[in-house]
């Protein structure tokens, strides 16, 4: 990222942030409530764009190389919208679709590992149980950026402990 900004209006919400993550690192970018974190991810993952500075992601820029570049990231929103009618299987079944196809066996161990049952419908799911499905969405096509917002929001300690174990797996995989 270099200069990026982002303002509404009067409202100032990242001004200039210019920062370089490197591949096999795990960053993890903290800061108060309002300080402009869920915005640096959006402009990363080109939901919304930025007034003023560029930023790249394994040498594609992000807005003119979006398409291309979501196929290479797994994403984790901070407000995670899921559908409730769908299962597990189906939601995850049908964003691979999207993604060229997903390894079941991969995305079964994942949801093992986490404690999901992927048959259960989402609207039937506490908040936990949406997070996993959240980060096994993200996980599911082995992507070589992961970009997580508040990754382990409304995990039980248990579970936390097999993200970080899963983050230090997929660090070493690069």
Not at 76 to 101: D, F, N, Q
Not at 145 to 174: C, H, K, S, W
Request: hydrophobic share 40%; with cysteine.
């Amino acid at each position: 990222m270099e200069g990026l900004t982002k303002r509404y209006g009067s409202v100032q919400a990242l001004k200039d942030l210019t920062l370089d993550v490197y591949q096999g690192e795990i960053f993890g970018y903290l800061g108060p409530n309002g300080a402009g974190k869920t915005t640096t991810i959006r402009l990363l993952v080109d939901l919304i764009r930025p007034t003023a500075g560029r930023a790249a992601i394994l040498g594609m820029d992000v807005q003119r190389d979006s398409v291309a570049l979501h196929r290479h990231i797994g994403n984790l929103p901070g407000e995670l919208g899921l559908w409730e009618h769908m299962t597990g299987w189906e939601l995850v079944r049908y964003l691979g679709e999207l993604r060229g196809g997903i390894d079941e066996k991969y995305v079964g161990d994942l949801a093992e590992r986490l404690d999901m049952d992927m048959d259960r419908r989402v609207r039937d799911c506490s908040s936990g149980m949406k997070r996993k499905i959240g980060l096994i969405q993200a996980l599911m096509h082995r992507p070589p950026v992961l970009i997580l917002d508040e990754p382990t929001n409304g995990l039980d300690p248990l579970v936390q402990q097999t993200f970080y174990q899963l983050m230090r797996e997929v660090t070493a995989e690069g």
